[in-house]
């Protein structure tokens, strides 16, 4: 797969303000937004509550069903008793990659000192990326500034797409 087009997206928003329709969903706008940017065309969203199992649910019926080769949620990522986002990621994935969220922490970090604060996991399920964002739109924008150049890589190596690996 050479071309960005050919990659499809998941954008996940995990909000009980959001799901209720309290709150539009501005970091979805902006993970599609960005995603687009860098030439990903085909893309699907949902919101769900802030609750493990309707987290999970929607991580394995997304992962399993090869629909999405990334899921990226915003949401929940948290230290707030309601931000579940990181145990119901832990709880489908097939196995972690650490170096994804160390890399948003840090970089995002030079904004804001509350990038420490984020719980975020990513990993693979049935050979889709599942990358957790921060809720805000700006921690979206920015998570995704830090991870952009290699997302389309690794997608390639868990789908042992990579002919030069």
């Not at 999970?56 to 899921?71: A, M, P």
């Not at 972690?96 to 948003?104: D, K, Q, V, Y």
């Not at 420490?116 to 995704?144: F, Y």
Request: glycine share 10%; net charge negative.
């Amino acid at each position: 797969m050479s071309s960005n087009q050919s990659y499809k997206f998941g954008i996940l928003t995990i909000s009980d303000s959001t799901h209720t329709g309290v709150r539009k969903d501005v970091s979805g706008d902006v993970a599609i937004e960005v995603m687009r940017k860098l030439g990903y065309t085909e893309i699907y969203r949902d919101v769900v509550p802030d609750e493990v199992d309707l987290i999970s649910s929607k991580l394995i019926e997304w992962g399993d069903s090869g629909k999405v080769d990334v899921i990226l949620t915003t949401g929940g990522t948290g230290v707030s008793p309601r931000d579940r986002t990181p145990e119901a990621t832990k709880l489908v994935l097939d196995y972690e990659i650490p170096g994804i969220p160390e890399a948003i922490r840090v970089g995002t970090s030079k904004f804001t000192e509350m990038s420490m604060l984020t719980r975020g996991l990513a990993g693979i399920r049935s050979k889709c990326l599942i990358v957790n964002l921060p809720g805000s739109p700006k921690g979206v924008q920015e998570g995704l500034d830090v991870i952009s150049g290699v997302i389309k890589h690794t997608i390639s190596l868990c789908q042992d797409t990579d002919l030069l690996h």
